[in-house]
């Protein structure tokens, strides 16, 4: 399948809500179709969910991206989640959800665009490696529940 050739990018509708949250899973973030309907609600202008949909095949990945600017940090874009289906992975899928939210990015007057990844998924590491993208530093995240 050449998926790349086929793939439509668009940005996400509240009726993609449950298929968002059922590709989380498979990364193992446990979200429901509500929570992801509530933050469909608050894009914005620095804000986005993107979706790619495959023919017959219907929403098979998504990326969110994030405009921020810091006291430390110029304006840059951030992802705050990729996923691509198990079975269309190494299609160009992840590519074109990359392009489209580095195009977003830079029609948003960022400097760069960041990505965190789990230290256990080499694979995407050697996707996003491949894709230009070069590895600043690794860090601890500490959290305190409210």
């Known amino acids: 399948m050449h998926a790349e050739q086929i793939v439509t990018v668009r940005e996400a509708l509240d009726g993609d809500a449950e298929r968002i949250a059922s590709l989380a899973h498979q990364l193992g973030y446990t979200v429901n179709e509500a929570h992801v309907l509530s ?4 894009r914005s202008h620095d804000y986005e969910i993107f979706v790619a949909v495959v023919p017959r095949a219907g929403v098979v990945g ?11 940090n ?10 691509v289906e198990d079975e269309y ?14 195009r977003w990015g830079r029609e948003h ?10 230290v ?5 590491h050697r996707f996003y490696e491949r894709e230009g ?3 600043l530093k690794t860090e601890h995240l500490f959290q305190k529940r409210l």
């Open 133 to 135: 993208y070069e590895l």
């Open 74 to 83: 110029s304006r840059r874009a951030e992802v705050e989640g990729v996923v």
């Open 89 to 102: 992975r190494a299609t160009g899928i992840g590519k074109r959800l990359l392009e489209r939210a580095e």
């Open 120 to 124: 256990i998924r080499e694979r995407a």
């Open 39 to 42: 933050t469909l609600g608050t």
């Open 109 to 118: 007057d960022c400097v760069a665009l960041r990505l965190l990844t789990n």
């Open 62 to 72: 998504w990326i969110g991206v994030r405009a921020r600017q810091t006291l430390t």
